[in-house]
């Protein structure tokens, strides 16, 4: 091989590359995953399925609306025609708009609509689920459960991340037996984002369809930690609203502009809200019609406050 200098080589050098060893080993640079990812340690969970893309279009009679019926079925969006769901159930501890369910059939309950969920998620579609853990006698955690069934459901698990809600004001005094190991009692400033995938990690890309989202949030919204406020019930109306900040970072992180963002548990709008911010469109159920018509009002002001133009149609 000759090179520009004039000097003969008799072989070409390439850096090899590292493979998967013992923790602590620091090589990353062309770094083969395959052992691991192959490793018994896989067996028996769910597997990326590389599958043809079909994307759907919903009728614009049901676009940008809010439903109030229950999201365990949703007849009017199609099979693969939402690009991401980002949602908080109801928590079943006797909210008003809660069932007095047993840990069992609240599951089952969740289960259904993860299921009608991932019908009307295209493929590599996300899901974006905020959950607190709940009780001390003894904890319940619900994020684990909700993994469980999930991954019962075939989806790909991508991650989880700690909402630290630290910077809220009032934090919680109930910490059991003060200072005394009789019976001191953890006090959760966080919650979890747990985010999983349709059939494949990776969503194909279409050459029409535009990111949003900046440098410096990109750089901040990957990171597994995210510290920002909780929202006062009393501010929103409604028991348990999170910050538009929540959807609207899973929103830039994993749609493109145009695309629909779907929330079957909608409460007071704010997936909406973020989705207008973030000129996306919105499906959004919810079984109060009290909570309906809150959502509907308060996304009717921040439309007009936003003064945003119409969003295009597919």
């Known amino acids: 091989m000759i090179f520009g200098g004039g000097i003969k080589m008799g072989y070409n050098r390439r850096k090899a590359g590292t493979k998967t060893s013992a923790f602590g080993s620091p090589g990353r640079i062309n770094h083969d995953s395959t052992p691991f990812y192959t490793s018994r340690l896989y067996e028996g969970l769910p597997k990326e399925e590389p599958v043809k893309y ?4 919903i009728p614009s009679e049901f676009l940008d609306k809010v439903f109030c019926k229950t999201s365990e079925k949703m007849e009017e969006l199609p099979d693969n025609s939402v690009q991401l769901m980002v949602t908080s159930p109801p928590y079943n501890v006797g909210k008003e708009y809660d069932e007095n369910l047993t840990l069992n059939e609240y599951r089952a309950f969740l289960k259904r609509v993860w299921s009608e969920v991932k ?3 295209v493929p590599g579609g ?3 689920i905020n959950i607190a853990n709940l009780g001390r006698k003894p904890y319940i955690p619900l994020h684990a459960f909700i ?3 999930m991954l019962d459901l075939d989806f790909l698990m991508r991650g989880e991340i700690i909402w630290n809600k630290a910077s809220s004001g009032s934090p919680s005094t ?3 037996t003060w200072q005394s190991a009789k019976n001191p009692t953890l006090r959760d400033i966080h919650e979890y984002i747990l985010i999983f995938s ?5 969503r194909k890309y279409l050459p029409d369809r535009k990111s949003t989202i900046s440098k410096e949030e990109f750089l901040e919204f990957t990171k597994s930690v995210w510290i920002f406020a909780a929202e006062p019930a009393t501010k929103i109306g409604h028991p348990a609203p999170f910050p538009v900040e929540l959807p609207y970072r899973l929103i830039q992180l994993y749609t493109f502009e145009g695309e629909v963002v779907l929330d079957p548990f909608i409460g007071s709008g704010q997936t909406a809200i973020a989705a207008i911010k973030t000129r996306r469109h919105y499906v959004g159920y919810d079984i ?3 909570y309906v018509k809150l ?3 308060r996304i009717r002001e921040f439309s007009l406050t936003f003064n945003a133009p119409k969003l295009f149609e597919f």
């Not at 079909?54 to 279009?57: A, G, K, L, T």
């Not at 349709?198 to 990776?202: C, E, G, I, V």
């Open 147 to 149: 993994v469980e069934d």
């Open 126 to 128: 996300r899901v974006c």
């Open 174 to 176: 109930a910490w059991g």
């Open 119 to 121: 019908r009307v998620l």
């Open 288 to 290: 109060n019609e009290e």
């Open 54 to 57: 079909v994307e759907n279009s």
């Open 198 to 202: 349709k059939d494949m990690f990776t």
């Open 295 to 297: 959502a509907e009002r």
